[in-house]
């Protein structure tokens, strides 16, 4: 049998406390765990868990990672913000954070995910670059197919 510790937690007041220049949900939001990631989205899909149920009330949750969205601004235009935090013996800890995410903003948070879930998580220098391409790409195929082109004209020259 696993035993899982849960905290009473009111989310509003503690992400309020870390972060005093939020204004909570504003114009929507959610919470969900994460649990592991997928590379094979670029999207919020990417952060593997289940959404949970946080708002201004006191509710229960468990040690592990949570990602907070947290719209504000404009409803027909809200600015999205992305809060990756640590829960652990009661304690919320803030670990990276996407302002103003846009198309593929789950891709910069892969490697603090990587790293929370991983301890022995080592980000190389290969996996930081694949990043940045599909943070810069998305899945345009063909402009993926002009890169590698050019890469492989560019090793070419270097051979």
């Given at each position: 049998m696993t035993w899982r510790i849960m905290m009473l937690l009111n989310w509003c007041e503690e992400i309020t406390n870390i972060d005093p220049s939020i204004n909570f949900r504003a114009t929507g939001g959610w919470v969900k765990t994460v649990t592991g990631l997928d590379k094979s989205v670029l999207n919020g899909f990417s952060l593997v868990g289940e959404f949970v149920k946080a708002g201004d009330y006191k509710t229960e949750f468990s040690?592990?990672?949570?990602?907070?969205?947290?719209?504000?601004?404009?409803?027909?235009?809200?600015?999205?913000?992305?809060?990756?935090?640590r829960l652990k013996n009661g304690k919320l800890t803030l670990?990276?954070?996407?302002?103003?995410?846009?198309?593929n903003w789950a891709v910069e948070l892969w490697d603090s995910v990587s790293e929370e879930i991983d301890p022995n998580y080592q980000e190389n220098e290969v996996d930081k670059i694949m990043t940045i391409i599909l943070d810069k790409t998305g899945k345009n195929v063909k402009l993926l197919k002009k890169l590698q082109i050019e890469l492989d004209q560019v090793i070419a020259d270097f051979q």
């Open positions: 040690d592990g990672l949570y990602l907070d969205c947290n719209k504000e601004g404009k409803k027909s235009n809200p600015k999205q913000d992305f809060r990756l935090f670990i990276d954070q996407v302002y103003n995410g846009k198309k």
